[in-house]
């Protein structure tokens, strides 16, 4: 498996204790040391997601991306789905969470505007998808074999995501 954004290792602990086999991505150093330490057993590399993945194309069975697809703009983030297609094992899964357009204590409101729904969040960028908008970013090589929107108590506050699972589909 390939996780892109494992933070301090919390989703990273939950899949390398089920027994998989796990490689995770994180910008943040100090997130790095966290999860190296709450799950030595991993390789996690202290990099952007943009830049090269360390595994090779088409050598992935599953990609995790929980909440780690929404700090670009539109051309980046069709980009890293593509990226993240051509990891994947024909076939390959990929599980997302995505933030929604109805996560109003996360920063779909309120916030000067970049693009359409992706705004500034207290210095950080963050885009916000509808359906449409998570139709549009996985239209093309992928099969979408189930989505919800939901609320989840991933943070202090509810915070609105969409649950998507795609398969690679050519």
């Avoid at 599953?62 to 539109?74: K, N, T």
């Avoid at 789905?81 to 969470?97: F, I, N, Q, S, T």
């Avoid at 963050?126 to 943070?155: P, Q, S, T």
């Amino acid at each position: 498996m390939l996780e892109l954004g494992c933070g301090g290792g919390r989703d990273t602990a939950t899949l390398a204790a089920a027994g998989h086999r796990v490689v995770a991505i994180e910008l943040s150093p100090e997130a790095v040391a966290r999860a190296r330490e709450r799950v030595p057993s991993v390789q996690i590399h202290c990099q952007d997601i943009r830049a090269p993945f360390p595994l090779a194309e088409r050598s992935v069975g599953v990609v995790v991306a929980s909440l780690s697809l929404h700090y670009f703009d539109w051309s980046e983030t069709i980009a890293l789905a593509r990226r993240v297609h051509e990891v994947l094992k024909p076939d390959g899964v990929l599980l997302c969470r995505l933030n929604s357009t109805n996560d109003h204590h996360f920063g779909a409101s309120g916030h000067p505007e970049i693009e359409k729904d992706f705004y500034l969040v207290d210095g950080t960028p963050k885009r916000f998808f509808d359906r449409n908008a998570v139709d549009r970013l996985f239209a093309h090589g992928w099969r979408m074999l189930a989505i919800e929107e939901k609320v989840i108590d991933r943070y202090d506050r509810p915070k609105s995501v969409w649950e998507a699972v795609l398969e690679r589909s050519d």
